[in-house]
């Protein structure tokens, strides 16, 4: 147990502490019923890349503009972690989440 333990704190000083800060996001969701600290970012997308609601091109986005006319652009919502003052795309940090968890488990296997 106490290389397990050993082996949980060494990970989690990794890198950014990437367990730390996730269990005190489930601390606040769980014991606090509330919502994790997240911030809505918007993300200006060229319509180009929003792609279609389906397969049909009708029923996709389309501009027609002289040659050399910008793009329009569409705000779309994203989540950040507000993470040692930096803001880190939540599916970023969750993907790290989610490796740091599969080391740990390829240790508990060892």
């Not at 989690?12 to 919502?35: D, L």
């Not at 989440?97 to 740990?104: F, G, S, V």
């Amino acid at each position: 147990m106490l290389f397990r333990r050993g082996l949980w704190i060494r990970e989690a000083e990794g890198g950014r502490c990437v367990f730390k800060f996730m269990n005190e996001q489930r601390r606040v969701v769980v014991h606090w019923e509330g919502s994790p600290d997240v911030e809505l970012v918007w993300v200006h997308v060229p319509i180009s890349e929003l792609g279609n609601p389906g397969d049909h091109p009708a029923l996709g986005s389309h501009f027609f503009a002289p040659p050399g006319t910008p793009l329009p652009v569409s705000g779309r919502r994203s989540y950040a972690f507000r993470v040692d003052d930096k803001e880190v795309s939540v599916i970023q940090f969750c993907r790290e989440y989610i490796e740091a968890l599969e080391r740990l488990v390829q240790g508990f296997r060892q």
